[in-house]
């Protein structure tokens, strides 16, 4: 089974920044679209960004558009969240994601990471 381990969240003054990793395990990163996803208290899921197989194409919400910029290293099996300029809106628990198919402005999630903690202070 494919298991993604986010890391690197924590606690940033408002106009600060946090990079997040997520290490996916397996032979096959390559071949998986990924992508970040966050969640806070009472509010839905919703989409960050995602990253093509190749690395080239991306895509982001709106809200985070201009701030945030994922990438990948398939050589090392990982996708990284750069957040920068981070906001109290940005504060959520943010998961790490892979899927086999695109979805419309997201992916079509098969793997989920355990999620890790982003806090900004105001």
């Known amino acids: 089974q494919v298991q993604l381990v986010e890391s690197g969240g924590g606690l940033v003054q408002a106009g600060g920044s946090l990079r997040l990793s997520c290490a996916v395990s397996?032979?096959?990163?390559?071949?998986?679209?990924m992508g970040w996803f966050r969640q806070a208290p009472g509010k839905d899921r919703e989409f960050v960004a995602r990253?093509?197989?190749?690395?080239?194409?991306?895509y982001y919400s709106d809200s985070v558009q201009g701030r945030f910029t994922i990438s990948r290293d398939n050589a090392k099996n990982t996708v990284y969240l750069q957040m920068n300029s981070l906001k109290p809106e940005d504060t959520a628990t943010y998961y790490c994601?892979?899927?086999?198919?695109?979805?419309?402005?997201?992916?079509?999630?098969?793997?989920w990471g355990q999620g890790t903690q982003v806090t900004v202070s105001s």
């Open positions: 994601a892979a899927g086999s198919r695109y979805g419309s402005s997201t992916i079509e999630v098969d793997y």
């Open positions: 397996g032979r096959t990163f390559s071949t998986y679209l």
């Open positions: 990253i093509s197989r190749s690395g080239v194409t991306t």
